[in-house]
């Protein structure tokens, strides 16, 4: 299973209401809290399986004007390394994989409405150390990897696929 929803609503302490905040840790934390739970019966069912969950490069390092988002993917990162301790004996593997910066929809969208769209797309370059934005086709085969039989050996871990961001 792969845990992929969530939602960026931009704020620092300050500036984030406390239903912004909320509404980000439903969404990004206890959605994949109750898509997990709700699985796991059947993976132990049938001996095994593999969760996936979608953590972000904002896990690890701090983003201007994104504390609710900061905080829940580093909720998820955390969430993953517990959930791998309880069921690594159910034979149930999970791993995060925490992307950076990619050419979403939802990154397109953002760029395109933007007041000047050439500079908002050149300070999201900007910021990448490889001097590009990741492609959703990148993040897929990190997603892919970690729920596959080659990574057999793989629990509680961190994949980070960031073009450099986090060096």
Known sequence: MVNNAGVVIPGNLESTSEEEFDLTMDINVKGTFFMSKFVLPHMKKQGGGVIVNMGSVAALKGHVDRA????????????????????VKDNIRVNVVCPGTTYTPAIKEKIATAEDPAAMEATF??????????????????VLFAASDEAA?????????DGGMTM
């Not at 829940?72 to 959930?83: E, N, T």
């Not at 150390?129 to 990741?134: A, E, F, N, S």
């Not at 050996?153 to 696929?161: A, H, K, L, N």
């Open 153 to 161: 050996y793989m629990t509680g871990s961190i994949i980070v696929i």
């Open 68 to 87: 609710a988002y900061c905080a829940s993917k580093g909720a998820v990162v955390a969430l993953s390394r517990a959930m791998a301790a309880d069921y």
């Open 125 to 142: 370059i900007g910021r990448q150390p490889m001097g590009r934005l990741g492609r959703v086709e990148e993040i897929a085969h990190a």
